[in-house]
């Protein structure tokens, strides 16, 4: 998209993708009128899928305003250029017309990368499952590591994290943790964190200070509607056993814990955070739901085919991803080639900076073509 000072004609990419840009506009102020109507405002549901809707065109329209503001401011100070005839004030309608052209001309680029196939997940809430993999008792301490790092990241962007199912290990770690993290976004940063983490460090329990390498996996699932993945009661094995209250007595203690079978897939959900067997059965409900359009997502990308798949994207579980060297207060992302020497700082929740560059990575190759949406 140009936004120079020449007066070349647009071509016709360039008129396309203002229509498209047009376009766009007039579906986030139809988004607008449609939730002031007082059947959709009251519509919780319909509700809450335009609002999503309606913020991933926000960013996309405000820089389009800007775009054709300075093109105008551009266009004006070339017309009134011509008429002018003090010296003083051509130089300043001169220095007008290039500080609009330059604006123009970068709003022009943001543009491009804005109008880039966009992930329809990335506005979603994400359920996040840890799970300490090899390395025993030092993989669980890891993981524990691992959702301390997420839980200050999130706080840091103002996100709220809930703890959905935790397996405590022996000495502190968790075996397995699943939380939900509610928050503007909270997919298109998280989903690059999906594979395996491994960690160099002389574990607390190694006498001989003895290096040892273990890993985590980390799964970033998107939260799914209930209108997305239609979970039939038929479909479900439902138990439920108790959940012992302090001191183990039966007065404390209530059918309250839940463990649910999906019997199509043979997934399995168990839950006995809350005191409420309701409030356990919601949850297990929602986990169930995430995993079933995770399943449904990679099934969508296996027969898309490997060849069309991101380049970093939301990497399978198996697939090792980055590794954390204490010894050397070291990060390396592998997919990516980035090692960042301050691995302090990430441990404690920055991680703008590593997964800024892997979405840099990602839009590059997707502007490069290198693999088609």
Same mark, same amino acid.
């Given at each position: 998209?140009?936004? =120079?000072?020449?007066?070349?004609?647009?071509?016709?990419?360039?008129?396309?993708?203002?229509?498209?840009?047009?376009?766009?506009?007039?579906?986030?102020?139809?988004?607008?009128?449609?939730m002031?109507?007082?059947?959709?405002?009251?519509?919780?549901?319909?509700?809450?899928?335009?609002?999503?809707?309606?913020?991933?065109?926000r960013e996309?329209?405000?820089t389009?305003? *800007?775009?054709?503001?300075?093109?105008?401011?551009?266009?004006?100070?070339?017309?009134?250029?011509?008429?002018?005839?003090?010296p003083?004030?051509?130089?300043?309608?001169?220095?007008e017309?290039?500080?609009? $052209?330059?604006?123009a001309g970068? =709003?022009?680029?943001?543009?491009?990368?804005?109008?880039?196939?966009?992930?329809? !997940?990335?506005?979603? *809430?994400?359920i996040?499952?840890?799970?300490?993999?090899?390395?025993?008792?030092?993989?669980?301490?890891?993981?524990?590591?691992?959702?301390?790092?997420?839980?200050?990241?999130a @706080?840091?962007?103002?996100?709220?994290?809930?703890?959905?199912?935790?397996?405590?290990?022996?000495?502190?770690?968790?075996?397995?943790?699943?939380?939900?993290?509610?928050?503007?976004?909270?997919?298109?940063?998280l989903?690059?964190?999906?594979?395996?983490?491994?960690?160099?460090r002389?574990?607390?329990?190694?006498?001989?200070?003895?290096i040892?390498?273990?890993?985590?996996?980390?799964?970033?699932?998107? @939260?799914?509607?209930?209108?997305?993945?239609?979970?039939?009661?038929e479909?479900?094995?439902?138990?439920?056993?108790?959940?012992?209250?302090?001191?183990?007595?039966?007065? !404390?203690?209530?059918?309250?814990?839940?463990?649910?079978?999906?019997?199509?897939? =043979?997934?399995?959900?168990?839950?006995?955070?809350?005191?409420?067997?309701?409030?356990?059965?919601?949850?297990?409900?929602?986990?169930?739901?995430?995993?079933?359009?995770?399943?449904?997502?990679?099934?969508?990308q296996?027969?898309? =085919?490997?060849?069309r798949?991101?380049?970093?994207?939301?990497?399978?579980r198996s697939?090792?991803?980055?590794?954390?060297?204490?010894?050397?207060?070291r990060?390396?992302?592998?997919?990516?080639?980035?090692?960042?020497?301050?691995?302090?700082?990430?441990?404690?929740? *920055?991680?703008?900076?590593?997964?800024?560059?892997?979405? !840099?990575?990602?839009?590059?190759?997707?502007?490069?073509?290198?693999?088609? $949406?």
């Amino acid at each position: 998209m140009g936004g =120079g000072g020449g007066q070349a004609e647009p071509g016709h990419q360039e008129i396309k993708l203002i229509d498209r840009l047009e376009g766009i506009a007039k579906r986030y102020h139809d988004i607008e009128s449609e939730m002031a109507r007082p059947e959709v405002a009251s519509d919780h549901e319909q509700l809450t899928k335009l609002a999503r809707e309606q913020r991933t065109l926000r960013e996309m329209v405000n820089t389009y305003e *800007d775009y054709k503001r300075a093109l105008h401011e551009a266009e004006s100070a070339r017309e009134m250029l011509k008429h002018e005839k003090d010296p003083e004030m051509q130089e300043y309608l001169r220095s007008e017309e290039r500080r609009a $052209a330059t604006q123009a001309g970068e =709003g022009g680029e943001r543009l491009k990368v804005l109008l880039l196939p966009k992930d329809p !997940n990335d506005e979603r *809430d994400v359920i996040v499952e840890i799970q300490g993999a090899e390395g025993g008792e030092e993989a669980a301490l890891f993981a524990a590591d691992l959702f301390r790092m997420y839980s200050k990241w999130a @706080e840091k962007k103002g996100w709220k994290i809930e703890v959905v199912e935790a397996s405590p290990s022996e000495k502190g770690g968790f075996d397995k943790i699943v939380f939900e993290v509610h928050g503007q976004g909270a997919y298109s940063q998280l989903k690059y964190e999906g594979g395996v983490h491994r960690v160099q460090r002389v574990p607390k329990t190694e006498a001989q200070g003895r290096i040892h390498t273990s890993a985590a996996t980390v799964a970033v699932m998107p @939260e799914a509607d209930p209108v997305e993945v239609e979970i039939k009661p038929e479909d479900l094995d439902i138990k439920t056993s108790t959940s012992t209250g302090p001191g183990g007595q039966s007065v !404390n203690t209530t059918y309250s814990a839940i463990r649910m079978t999906h019997k199509p897939t =043979g997934l399995v959900v168990s839950m006995q955070d809350e005191k409420s067997q309701l409030q356990n059965r919601e949850k297990a409900l929602r986990v169930l739901r995430a995993r079933l359009y995770d399943l449904k997502l990679a099934e969508q990308q296996a027969a898309i =085919g490997a060849e069309r798949r991101s380049m970093v994207g939301t990497g399978g579980r198996s697939e090792k991803i980055r590794t954390y060297n204490f010894k050397e207060n070291r990060v390396t992302d592998h997919r990516i080639k980035l090692t960042l020497h301050r691995l302090d700082s990430v441990m404690n929740g *920055d991680l703008d900076e590593l997964v800024a560059a892997l979405v !840099n990575a990602e839009r590059a190759a997707q502007l490069n073509g290198e693999h088609p $949406a």
